[in-house]
């Protein structure tokens, strides 16, 4: 079927069975904004059959952002940013508006399988090649997102000024004063003083409602951008990769497929993909399934599990005993195995910085043509380690701090 | 100017000034609060610790003190401990107001009985009753509070030295 007629199929479907009376109002509006070509851009795309359900995770990303975003907006019809009120609002919150309390437990519960799934989601684009040209672009993106979306889940563990926030606070701020030469600066910009005080909530809240979306929402702009740019198409399983094939034939097909490539062909191996489905509906619906279900695990996290408040903050406390959010483990138990003077920078910032610079660098690091993981033992046997690594370096700390 | 300058040219320059000017003037204002805190100079009032009559030599005994929070607005004091330590120097009795914040990560140290030591549950650093770090990862000894005794009753400053 040519586009065209693909085409208005789609805007009649869109329009027509709605309501007849609508149907006109939106012919009008259509005519003037161009909502019809954005939608049929938007929807009618080239999708790789295979894999289809592994390609959910981003879109489920995105849900749990969106997610994110609205209960962060309506938690701030509860929330008072002021180290006097802040646990009484959260505590109110909890004992007299139950369904507030619900928003509060989808917000933490959403923060904690968004992780989760930007995890998922990192693993099967690594595993399957799919950073390679052309799209080192959309995995450099990715690991930036990620990186913002941790900032976004300590300051977000600072807010509730209870005694586990309080903490948290204290010495991830506190942790900056070891960067060289700048380090006290830095803490003082960010606490407001040298100690964790009523300007350090304030900043903390700014930094975490809007100064990390506002990076943040841009960014998911462009990761989202460029894998429309070059397509979902980036791993080794959408490939028959025919030796047979000339590249003209390869070509041949590029020019005719329907719905059309999004790809710019810059590396005719893998440019040209076989086994094709439609974006809408064969994928939207798998990633509205994979959404729903992630959703549904938030609220029934929300509210079985719900969100915890501590004690409020008591800067002069003889038994409690301070513990990281889990996606912090690892960096905390560093904390414990790089002690005193130069070390701790060591464990503090090298380690960190290294490792998230060499994951910024993976398409750099692997530039061979093959995508099919088997076939990048060197780059695969590093990271496997790497990942057992953190979950061992978890562990030892959870078992520190419940031993204590 | 030698060359006289072309409409075009002027109205590019114009852009990139303008658009300079229109930055630094939304910059300057923003950084400057934002940097505000690093030159901002705070009164560090003495705080009436208490009566330390009773504290054993060698026995390191935590006082709570409401610290008044000179970072910002009036907001009520924040409790704070001091531990008071005594000990015998020669024939004098030595007073060490130390701070429990610990050096490496600023989480609260306690004084453990069984160790005899200072011990912080964040990352297990640990402290010698004077204050010195004997293990884990903190990089230097226990803060002292700036203090004065009048009689028996200690008064510290929320200034911090070194041992």
């Given at each position: 079927m040519s586009v065209e007629p693909r085409r208005s199929k789609l805007v009649a479907r869109l329009t027509h069975p709605v309501a007849r009376p609508l149907a006109s109002v939106y012919r009008w509006v259509d005519e003037r904004m161009g909502i019809s070509d954005l939608v049929y851009k938007a929807l009618y795309e080239a999708v790789p059959r295979r894999g289809a359900w592994t390609y959910t995770l981003g879109s489920v990303t995105l849900i749990i952002i969106a997610l994110q975003i609205v209960t962060g907006m309506f938690l701030l019809w509860s929330y008072v940013p002021s180290t006097t009120e802040a646990w009484l609002s959260l505590n109110y919150l909890a004992h007299h508006n139950e369904f507030g309390a619900i928003v509060r437990g989808m917000h933490l519960w959403g923060a904690y399988v968004l992780l989760l799934v930007i995890g998922l989601h990192m693993v099967r684009t690594f595993v399957s090649g799919s950073y390679k040209k052309p799209r080192e672009l959309n995995w450099i993106t990715g690991v930036i997102l990620f990186l913002l979306v941790l900032a976004l889940g300590i300051t977000g563990a600072?807010?509730?000024?209870?005694q586990a926030a309080f903490w948290t606070t204290v010495v991830t701020t506190h942790?900056?004063?070891?960067?060289?030469?700048l380090g006290h600066w830095l803490q003082e910009v960010w606490r407001g003083g040298n100690q964790v005080g009523p300007v350090t909530l304030t900043r903390t809240f700014a930094i975490h409602i809007w100064l990390l979306p506002a990076l943040l929402v841009p960014l998911i702009g462009l990761h989202i951008y460029l894998l429309r740019r070059h397509g979902e198409h980036g791993s080794w399983v959408n490939y028959r990769n025919d030796p047979e094939e000339s590249e003209r034939e390869r070509a041949d097909r590029v020019l005719r497929a329907e719905p059309p490539y999004p790809a710019v062909p810059s590396d005719p191996a893998y440019s040209v993909p076989d086994d094709l489905d439609e974006f809408f509906p064969s994928q939207v619906g798998k990633d509205a399934i994979v959404s729903f279900v992630a959703v549904l695990i938030i609220f029934v996290m929300a509210v079985v599990v719900g969100s915890p408040l501590e004690a409020p903050a008591n800067a002069a406390s003889l038994t409690y005993v301070p513990t990281p959010e889990w996606f912090f483990l690892p960096l905390d138990q560093l904390l414990v195995q790089f002690p005193q003077a130069w070390m701790i920078p060591v464990g503090v910032f090298i380690i960190p910085g290294l490792a998230s610079t060499l994951l910024i660098m993976v398409p750099f690091l692997d530039r061979s043509p093959d995508r099919e993981p088997w076939k990048r033992p060197q780059l695969m046997v590093p990271a496997l380690f790497t990942l057992l690594f953190l979950i061992f370096e978890a562990l030892l700390g959870v078992n520190r701090l419940f031993n204590l | 100017m030698a060359r006289r300058m072309s409409r075009r040219r002027f109205m590019v320059l114009a852009t990139n000034v303008a658009g300079a000017g229109i930055t630094l003037l939304i910059a300057a204002p923003i950084v400057g609060e934002v940097l505000q805190p690093i030159f901002t100079r705070r009164a560090h009032p003495w705080v009436r610790v208490g009566d330390i009559t009773q504290v054993p030599v060698g026995l390191p005994t935590a006082y709570v003190v409401q610290m008044p929070t000179t970072q910002a607005w009036k907001v009520p004091p924040v409790a704070r401990i001091v531990y008071v330590v005594k000990l015998n120097v020669g024939s004098a009795v030595q007073v060490l107001p130390l701070s429990n914040v610990c050096t490496h990560m600023q989480c609260d140290v306690h004084w453990d009985q069984n160790l005899q030591q200072f011990l912080c549950p964040c990352h297990g650093g640990l402290y010698s009753i004077t204050g010195v770090n004997v293990g884990g990862p903190p990089p230097r000894p226990l803060f002292r509070y700036r203090h004065k005794l009048v009689g028996e009753t200690l008064y510290v400053r929320d200034q911090l030295t070194e041992a």
């Open positions: 600072m807010l509730p000024w209870d942790v900056l004063s070891y960067v060289p030469l | -």
